[in-house]
């Protein structure tokens, strides 16, 4: 075999490679039953705020802390704990989305992206992102 033919094959296993390693990356959403299954992985969890409990925020006391239950898309509810301020307008979010771990009877997300209502039209969707610090 010539080099070129060589590097070529060397090139085409690195490319399976890379896409084999970012498929098995992917996820999808989870439910909080998947995530007591398997604590030790980061899953998204998508739901809806419960406002039947309070949420727990209290900048003077912890302004790193936000909690709050949240009911995934089989209705099981779940005590969400996050590393970060509260977002503005978190009570008015239609759907949530964590990424995180399940820890005992917490969820401990690292990161939410909300869905809120847009202000302008009833048709368009505003998403806002927020990362654990």
Partial sequence: MKKTHIIGLLVIAIAIGVIVALVGDFSTYESFAAAKKSPEVEMHVVGVL????????????????FGFYMIDKNQDTCHVAF???KPQDFERSEQIVITGKMSDADFKANHMLLKCPSKYTNKEEELSEFSAK
């Fill in 50 to 65: 419960d406002r039947s409990h309070p949420v727990e925020y209290d900048a003077v006391k912890n302004a790193n802390y």
């Fill in 83 to 85: 590393n970060g301020t």
